[in-house]
């Protein structure tokens, strides 16, 4: 069995502008995800939905060893990572086919294998 990440980049700025009923489409959707992991066979070990990268903290450590802390995303961009899915799995193309379900317009899902280390 192998885990992977299913990691949800998004516009953070659209979801804060969605009215209630157009984010209950959006956990409909993930709740139809859920559904057809458990369907066929994957099993969703964890996961959870990110609050927004404006509540970030940065640790960067620079080349001569000096750390800072710094407020906000890693990356400025549109697109942050929103939230995630830990999930195992023996099948990637069955895993990837299933999210489908999530990749709607224009939106993008990343599946990664983990390493196996330890949390």
């Not at 709607?104 to 330890?118: F, I, K, L, M, N």
């Amino acid at each position: 069995m192998t885990t992977y990440a299913v990691l949800l980049p998004g516009d953070e700025a659209q979801w804060e502008a969605a009215t209630p009923s157009e984010r209950e489409r959006v956990y409909g959707v993930h709740r139809e995800f859920a559904e057809a992991l458990a369907a066929r066979g994957h099993r969703v070990t964890g996961g959870a939905e990110l609050t927004h990268s404006r509540e970030a903290r940065v640790l960067r450590t620079s080349a001569s060893g000096q750390q800072t802390v710094t407020d906000g995303p890693y990356a400025e961009s549109v697109e942050q990572l929103t939230g995630f899915y830990v999930v195992e799995s023996e099948d990637l193309d069955d895993l990837l086919d299933v999210c489908r379900i999530l990749g709607h317009g224009e939106s993008a899902v990343e599946v990664r294998a983990t390493t196996g280390g330890a949390a």
